[in-house]
Each structure stands twice: as structure tokens, then as C-alpha cells.
């Protein structure tokens, strides 16, 4: 799968926080960083706080040890196969979400990740 946008290709591109409450955090980060929310129905609210947008999901328990870290990425097969040649582990293999596809691996330390792109 390639992308056409090459100049984010393995940038930091979105980060997604587990949540318990969604109107709790939307609350807590529109008050404290004057964030914005675009709701993607009850459970998955994207929010920017004016430079970069990342993700509130409630949709499972929350997982302590901080946000996903998502990478862009413009081909998700050679990405994965350069992950797992470089050690890390595949945890969720390609799915395919409303904004395009994404895949999430490990690092070695076991530190969660995901890769997206829009094809």
C-alpha cells in the first residue's frame, strides 16, 4: 500500500489515549489546553490541539503506561516486514478503520505503536 503524502513517511503522525469517560476528558483537555473534538460516534473522539490531532477511545480498558503512538507510514507491507526484521513483533495485524488502514507492533521493550496510512 503506498500513500501519497511521502514527506510523513515514518513521522509521528496521531496519538490515541484510552479512555474511561469521554465527556470526563473532553472536558479536562477543553478546559486545561483549549483542545477541539470531532466525534466519531459514543466511543472515538479525535482531538487538535491546533498542530496535531490524536485520539480519544473508549472502547476498551484503559492501558496504563501512556498513549498509543501512531506513525504514518507510506507502504504498510514494507513497514511491517522492516519491523519485524528489526526485532519488533506484530500485535495487530493490518485492519482497516474509517480513516484508512493501520497495524500495531511492539518494540523491543514491548512499548505499543501503530503504523497508519489513508489506502
Known amino acids: 500500500m503506498t500513500s501519497e503524502h511521502p514527506r510523513l ?3 509521528i503522525n496521531y496519538i490515541e489515549f ?13 478546559t ?6 470531532t ?4 466511543d472515538y473522539c479525535e482531538f487538535s490541539d491546533g498542530h496535531m490531532t490524536g ?4 472502547t476498551g480498558p484503559v492501558t ?6 501512531v506513525l504514518y ?5 514494507e513497514l511491517q516486514a522492516s519491523i519485524e526484521a528489526a526485532g519488533g513483533v506484530i500485535v ?9 488502514h493501520r497495524f500495531q507492533f511492539t518494540d523491543p521493550d514491548g512499548y505499543e505503536l501503530a503504523v497508519w496510512c489513508e489506502t
Do not use: H, I, N, Q
Open 92 to 100: 495487530k495485524p493490518v485492519f482497516e478503520f474509517p480513516g484508512g
Open 39 to 42: 466525534d466519531f460516534g459514543p
Open 32 to 37: 486545561a489546553f483549549g483542545w477541539t473534538f
Open 55 to 58: 485520539g480519544f477511545d473508549a
Open 9 to 11: 513517511d515514518r513521522k
Open 73 to 77: 507510514g507510506t507502504d504498510l507491507a
Open 64 to 69: 496504563p503506561g501512556g498513549p498509543l503512538v
Open 18 to 30: 484510552k479512555v474511561a469517560d469521554m465527556a470526563r476528558s473532553k472536558d479536562f483537555y477543553g
